[in-house]
């Protein structure tokens, strides 16, 4: 079965600095994709960048950008130029090719200090 | 935004009570998901529906029972509530069974169960 690991329960970042949110996963799968999903103090679910894992190519979206390494299984996330109304929990997620199942990691807090 | 209402938006309840949300949806999409998110799990998928009448389980499916009479609306129900189903409720929708459709979330379902 895949799993979606963040290690990083809680992360800070001064507003206008950029900061790095981590997330690994496993699978013996080559077709999938991954997800970040951002979770504001509001609840919902909004979808903030995807990667295809086909393209070698990573995902850039405004100021979140992901760092997408293959071999390592690892996908992370970027968000340049913080913005305090960044301040959310960030779930990565994985979805096999083929598969509407979405398997989340376990979220990782993100405060954005003024 | 998806259009996606689900109902009520909080509920306080007993221990071995009925409980059903409510998932309706306004954009005609054929799948619709059902999650749970607790701290320290992210989310994990209940049970799904690939259509109407066509349910099938998730990840953590025991003690939760679905039902989809129609495209729009997709039931959750807990016969015999438990306090550890206290939890936040999302309900997901997707036009294919494919992550290059992106599940698109409602604003959640805070149930408590005391």
């Known amino acids: 079965a895949q799993t979606v690991t963040q290690s990083q329960p809680e992360m800070s970042v001064q507003e206008a600095e950029t900061v790095t949110l981590s997330c690994t996963y496993d699978?013996?799968?080559?077709?999938?994709?991954l997800f970040w999903y951002k979770q504001p103090p509001s609840r919902q679910m909004i979808l903030v960048i995807r990667?295809?894992?086909?393209?070698?190519q990573n995902a850039t979206e405004n100021r979140f950008s992901v760092n997408f390494q293959k071999a390592a299984k690892s996908f992370s996330l970027k968000i340049s130029d913080s913005q305090l109304g960044d301040a959310a929990m960030y779930f990565c997620?994985?979805?096999?090719?083929?598969?509407?199942?979405?398997?989340f990691g376990k979220g990782t807090k993100l405060t954005v200090n003024p | 935004d998806a259009g996606i209402t689900q109902s009520p938006r909080h509920k306080v309840t007993e221990t071995g009570t009925p409980v059903t949300l409510r998932c309706h949806q306004t954009e005609n999409h054929r799948y619709m998901y059902w999650y749970r998110q607790d701290p320290g799990h992210g989310l994990r998928l209940i049970h799904y529906s690939y259509g109407v009448k066509d349910t099938d389980k998730g990840e953590v499916s025991d003690g939760y029972s679905v039902s989809r009479s129609k495209t729009e609306d997709f039931l959750l129900t807990l016969e015999s509530a438990t306090s550890s189903q206290t939890s936040v409720y999302f309900c997901a929708i997707s036009a294919k069974a494919t992550p290059r459709q992106p599940q698109h979330f409602g604003d959640g379902t805070r149930l408590s169960i005391l």
């Open positions: 990667q295809e894992a086909y393209k070698q």
């Open positions: 699978t013996s799968e080559s077709d999938y994709y």
């Open positions: 997620a994985f979805a096999q090719g083929g598969s509407e199942k979405l398997v």
